[in-house]
Each structure stands twice: as structure tokens, then as C-alpha cells.
């Protein structure tokens, strides 16, 4: 930095620009204009400036520098050294902003309004520090969420150390905390060598460092969870996170953050081989041996729960996860009121262990618990916690959740559990026996008559069928399409269906659709072409929608909701949107036929006549 810059009183860099964003950009071609899209809105809106670092130079680029130079014009060169901080620093010598934010060309924001806000806003001077989180994908296919510590309030010594995972040279607090994440793609590797070849990188520069600078609990925890990165390195990273945990203690670092993540990182050996019962020891002897912050204190209640969960016999162990969701909610309602701690305890990949997605695990995980203690308005207190729209699949989930409404003194929370879905048409006077059959008994409001009584002649027979709640019709109608060689030739079926046509209401589109749905699985058995099959199968699919919409709301069936409905909405709703939309998206009928493996057969004759 030039000398003679100016200063505020507090010493942080005073200019008229709020911000600098500095990127390294080597040649990410596929990402990179994503990574410019998702910064213009925040240069556009703050005075800001972009600063590129070329790493490959013009003769070994794959056009991102191109791209870049849409949208700034300071573009610098840059020797790669294997240095990450050198290049940073390099970045910071070129910015003028009071701000300064670094971003890598393998990742891009969605949204940056907070960051508009915040910098066109008060608190600009308040903080001295920002924090946001990234989502990591992984060539696995799955994703987790990290948190960076990317953006600091400037002062004339602000610095980067550390050759590779570098941070900068001081924590400036308070840090102020941001909600929005970048997606990050450094982890999609194109081969299993591209992803050791990055991982022997990152441990060769940080053992030169740790040779030449010495062992600190920073590069430790670096190296550790480079180590746990590969299954054959997990065993070294287990150990040393013993070794490195009791050097560092000893020599007075307990209660920093990154020897706390190394403590937490003996736990989190045995659940990445999948040893449940070694979790449990292990978490009993991090708990008895070190004094824990919060934070590692979550990170073990999420870590032991998970290990339970999938990798022993969960009956054994109630008391724990009891124990462990308890204090893991205890916790974040704790960061919830004093977030400047949670800030300072964070390390590296802790804040995985702190999103939207893990708080509705341990919610859901309490719950459950609570159900199978008989604490029911325990349960009922967690259910309500729960984000549902930032659950995968909802289903895994219903049968506690409905298990804790039907055991409370009062129906109430039942039924509008059900009415979130079901056509209120359902709940009014005369409707009762289309009502789920727990909340018709937790009600009292409809008498069930006995079974069929024998000998009735076919007009008795269609009153009783007729005085049968929903769900009991749906069974009797199934044993009889079950007994019938052919559904459409059958007296009786075809007698009831003819009782119900006048009004074609729920009755009649089940009878329809199930008859439909019986004889076109024994035709698809028999080998009868598609073409025969595909008039039946269009008849099939828009009644069994017409018997799901008059049963549901249009909101049930068109949004998410759908995911707490029956298997068989959804399966229907793939073929009926299928049809609807000219019969074009071959794949929403493989999509249906996976959701309904009995029907695949039927659905692959009549997909031939689609093409």
C-alpha cells in the first residue's frame, strides 16, 4: 500500500470507494461468467470497484480474462508462486476501497442485496469484519455449507498469511454476519487423481510451511482436515488430531477456535468410517477430557446424533440423542442472542453444522424422540420448529409427526394438519366420512357400520358400499378388483359405478380409475400392445386426477404440499401434467413409473405409443 494513505481516527482506511472485490482468475470458462453476473449487481449499486488477477497469463487462458474484461478494467498479471496469500496480497495492493472482499472464479452469488444494503447503509463503520457462507459441491453429488471470512474494513497493514487456505493477518471485530452463500464448485473435481492432486498440493505447501514457520494450531487444523479429505489419510488425521489437541491445550490454546475444530475432528474420524459406537466413546472422552466452547459443543451433539442414527441400533441409544438435540437447540437459541460469540468460536467447516437444513434434522430427531418417550407436547413444540420447506422429502416425516396430533388430548392440531391439504368441502357436515380415519375417530363425528353382512342382494349391497367411510370404500373396492377376471365386465362394479355416475364425485372416480388401473396391469402382463392401451390409460389418469382434486386443494396438488400427500399424487401428477403438455416430456413418465414400479410395465407400453 502507498504511504500517505488517509486514515479515520480508529485507523481504517479512509476513500471514496466502500469496497474493493479481488478475484484470482485462472481458467474456470464454464463458471466464470456466472462469477461476473452474480458481483454486477453489487458494482452497480455501491461505489466499488473489480480488481483481476490473471494467474495463467493471455497465452494459457481459456478465454476467462476475455470475459472479465466486460466488466472491469483492472486486470492485472500475476506469477503463480503456489502461494494463495501472495496472490491475495497482491490483490489488496491494487485496491483503494475502505472494504476489501476476495471471490474465486469457480463460484458465483445468486443474490447480493445484503451486501447492497449493508455497504450503501450505517452500519458500514460498525463492523470491521463480514462473514458469509459458501456452498461446496462435491463430485458425489451432495453439498454443504462453510463459512468465509472473505470481507474485511481495511487498515494500511492489512495483510493475508498462509500459503494455501490463507486468512488474514488480524480478526477485526465485531464481524457482522451475512445470510446470503456463494456456490462453489472447487470441490467438483473431473477425476478422483484431479482430487488428490489438489490435496497432495495443499499438504506439500502446508508442511514447507509448517517446516519453515513452524507448527501452529492454524496449519494443524489444515493439515488435519486435509488428511480427513482421503480415506486412506483418515487414520493419519485421527491421530494427529489427538496429538495436535494435547500439544496445543498444553501449551494454552484450548479455547481457541481452531483447536477446538481439531478436538471436535476426533469425533468426526469415527463417524467418516462409520463406527457409530466409536462416535459415542469418543464424544464421552472429548466431553470428560477438554474444556469445550458452544460451538464444538454443537458440532459433537450433530456429529454423535448423525452416528447413532445411521450407524447403530438406534433403541439403544434414545437417551443420547435426547440428550445431544436438546443441547443442540439450547445452543443456537443461545448464538440466536449473543451472535457475536457464535462469530468468534467458528472455524473452518463448523458453520455445516449450523444450517437451516441440520436445525430441522435435530428438530425432527427430538421429536421422534419425544413420541417414543409418550412426551407428546414435547414433540408437538419441535414439529412446530420445523422449516418444512427446507426438508427434502417431507414423507420421511409423516407418520411421527401425525402420530404426535393423533396422541393429544385435543383434535385440533390434526385437523389442521389435514387441512392444510385436504378441499375444506371435506371437513363440512355430511362430508365426515371422507375425513382421514384417525381425525373421524379423535372427532366422534361418524359411526362406522360393521362389516358387510352376507346375502344382501345388489341394491343393499350398493347402500352399504355407499355408508362406508373413504377409506374403508378404497379397501373393499381393491378386494373386489383383485377377485374379478375383468373389472369392466364384473355385475357388481359395474352396477356401483352406474350408482355413482350421476354425480361423478369421489366414489365414481376411484371405482374408474381403479378399475381402469386393474385391467390395464393385466393386459400390460399379457403383452397387449401400447397402442390398445393408450385410450385406457388417458381415462385412467384423468379420473384418478379428478378423485385427488376433489379430496384435495388445487395449492395440494400444483405445489410443494404435494410432497405430504400420498406417493400416488405425485405419480398421477407427473402423467396427467405428461398428458396435459402435449405428451412431450418422455421423462415425467419414467419419473411416474419409478414412483410406481407395479405400473412401469403398462407406462412402457404406452410410452412406445408417445414417442
Request: negative net charge.
Amino acid at each position: 500500500m502507498e504511504s500517505g494513505i488517509e486514515t479515520y481516527k480508529d485507523g481504517y482506511i479512509k476513500s471514496d470507494l466502500v469496497l474493493s472485490i479481488g478475484m484470482l482468475v485462472s481458467n474456470h470458462i464454464e463458471y466464470i461468467e456466472k462469477c461476473m453476473e452474480g458481483l454486477k449487481p453489487l458494482l452497480e449499486n455501491t461505489k466499488s470497484e473489480l480488481i483481476i488477477l490473471d494467474t495463467v497469463g493471455p497465452e494459457n487462458s481459456d478465454g476467462s480474462i476475455d470475459v472479465c474484461r466486460k466488466y472491469t478494467d483492472k486486470i492485472y498479471r500475476f506469477e503463480w508462486i503456489n502461494d494463495f496469500a501472495a496472490a491475495r496480497n497482491e490483490l489488496i495492493k491494487h485496491s483503494r476501497g475502505e472494504w476489501f472482499m476476495y471471490q474465486d472464479d469457480d463460484e458465483w452469488f445468486d443474490d447480493v442485496t445484503e451486501f447492497i444494503e449493508f455497504f450503501n447503509g450505517p452500519d458500514v463503520h460498525k463492523y470491521n469484519s463480514g462473514f458469509y457462507f459458501t456452498k461446496d459441491y462435491t463430485s458425489d453429488g451432495f453439498s454443504s455449507m462453510g463459512q468465509a471470512g472473505r470481507m474485511i474494513r481495511r487498515r494500511p497493514d492489512t495483510q493475508m498469511e498462509g500459503r494455501v487456505h490463507e486468512t488474514f493477518n488480524e480478526a477485526n471485530v465485531p464481524g457482522k454476519q451475512f445470510s446470503c452463500f456463494t456456490h462453489h464448485q472447487g470441490y467438483m473435481y473431473k477425476s478422483e487423481e484431479e482430487h488428490r492432486n489438489k490435496i497432495k498440493r495443499n499438504l506439500t505447501i502446508l508442511n514447507e510451511e509448517i517446516e519453515q514457520l513452524g507448527l501452529d494450531p492454524f496449519r494443524g487444523a489444515q493439515k488435519i482436515q486435509e488428511l480427513m479429505n482421503l480415506e486412506e489419510t483418515f487414520e493419519e488425521g485421527y491421530r494427529l488430531s489427538v496429538e495436535y489437541a494435547d500439544l496445543f491445550v498444553n501449551q494454552g490454546y484450548a479455547a481457541l477456535s481452531t483447536v477446538q475444530w481439531i478436538i471436535a475432528a476426533q469425533a468426526r474420524y469415527f463417524h467418516l468410517i462409520k463406527d457409530g459406537e466409536g462416535t459415542i466413546k469418543q464424544v464421552g472422552i472429548i466431553r470428560e477430557k477438554y474444556g469445550l466452547t458452544h460451538y464444538t459443543m454443537l458440532v459433537l451433539d450433530v456429529v454423535e446424533t448423525e452416528s447413532i442414527v445411521k450407524y447403530t441400533d438406534v433403541s439403544k441409544h434414545i437417551d443420547l440423542i435426547e440428550r445431544d438435540t436438546k443441547q443442540y437447540l439450547d445452543i443456537v437459541e443461545h448464538f440466536r442472542l449473543h451472535p457475536d460469540e457464535e462469530l468468534s468460536e467458528t472455524q473452518l467447516d463448523y458453520p455445516r453444522y449450523r444450517t437451516a437444513a441440520k436445525y430441522n434434522a435435530m428438530l425432527t430427531y427430538a421429536a421422534q424422540v419425544a413420541n417414543i418417550k409418550k412426551k407428546y407436547e414435547k414433540a408437538l413444540s419441535y414439529w412446530e420448529k420445523v422449516d418444512w420447506d427446507k426438508i427434502d422429502c417431507p414423507l420421511d416425516y409423516k407418520d411421527e409427526l401425525v402420530r404426535t396430533y393423533q396422541n393429544l388430548e385435543d383434535y385440533t392440531p390434526l385437523k389442521e394438519y389435514y387441512l392444510r391439504f385436504m378441499n375444506p368441502e371435506v371437513f363440512e357436515k355430511g362430508n365426515e366420512k371422507y375425513l382421514p380415519k384417525d381425525l373421524r375417530e379423535k372427532m366422534h363425528c361418524f359411526t362406522e357400520p360393521e362389516e358387510e353382512p352376507a346375502g344382501l342382494d345388489t341394491e343393499a349391497r350398493i347402500q352399504y358400499f355407499d355408508s362406508l367411510p373413504i377409506d374403508r370404500f378404497i379397501q373393499a373396492v381393491k378386494a373386489l378388483a383383485r377377485e374379478s377376471e375383468n373389472c369392466f365386465e364384473d355385475e357388481f362394479l359395474c352396477a356401483l359405478l352406474e350408482a355413482y355416475s350421476t354425480n361423478e364425485g369421489v366414489e365414481y372416480n376411484y371405482l374408474l380409475y381403479t378399475m381402469a388401473e386393474h385391467e390395464i396391469k393385466r393386459a400390460a402382463k399379457n403383452g397387449v400392445s401400447g397402442a390398445s392401451l393408450s385410450g385406457i390409460i388417458e381415462e385412467y389418469i384423468f379420473a384418478e386426477r379428478h378423485f385427488y382434486e376433489l379430496l384435495y386443494t388445487p395449492e395440494a396438488l400444483s405445489g410443494k404440499l404435494i410432497n405430504w400427500l400420498p406417493v400416488e399424487c405425485k405419480y398421477n401428477d407427473l402423467l396427467y401434467r405428461f398428458v396435459s403438455l402435449g405428451k412431450k416430456n418422455l421423462k415425467m413418465v419414467l419419473e411416474a413409473a419409478k414412483l410406481r414400479p407395479d405400473m412401469a410395465k403398462a407406462l412402457s407400453a404406452y410410452l412406445e405409443t408417445c414417442r
